[in-house]
Nanobody, 124 residues
Framework: QVQLVESGGGLVQAGGSLRLACAVS????????MGWFRQAPGKERTFVAG????????TYADSVKDRFTISRDNAKNTGYLQMTSLKPEDTAVYYC?????????????????WGQGTQVTVSS
């Protein structure tokens, strides 16, 4: 079994920054890709960013490109999402997820395990 715990969410003013962390425990001896998704009230959960096991491949949604940076520290089994220039429309619950098999970084169904989510609220 694999457990993911997100942290770092909170309330921030527009233009501010936050760094989310995702701690992974359990099956950490296997290589896994990591993704971040978000879900605003009344909306579907959507892809934000993804990173390969090595960190050599990183993918971003157009809406966050050049503002968010995904990274990981495999020695600590932790992934990160650095968010800058935050906008009110970034307000959502942010979820991290891991995938052990190859697949589409964008599809929720391709991920094997999910965290419980962390709330990010950006005030105008």
């Amino acid at each position: 079994q694999v457990q993911l715990v997100e942290s770092g969410g909170g309330l921030v003013q527009a233009g501010g920054s936050l760094r989310l962390a995702c701690a992974v425990s359990g099956r950490t001896f296997s290589n896994y890709a990591m993704g971040w998704f978000r879900q605003a009230p009344g909306k579907e959960r959507t892809f934000v960013a993804g990173i390969s096991w090595s960190g050599g491949s990183r993918t971003y949604a157009d809406s966050v490109k050049d503002r968010f940076t995904i990274s990981r520290d495999n020695a600590k089994n932790t992934g990160y999402l650095q968010m800058t220039s935050l906008k009110p429309e970034d307000t959502a619950v942010y979820y991290c997820a891991v995938r052990f098999a190859s697949g589409s970084v964008y599809r929720r169904s391709e991920y094997d395990y999910w965290g419980q989510g962390t709330q990010v609220t950006v005030s105008s």
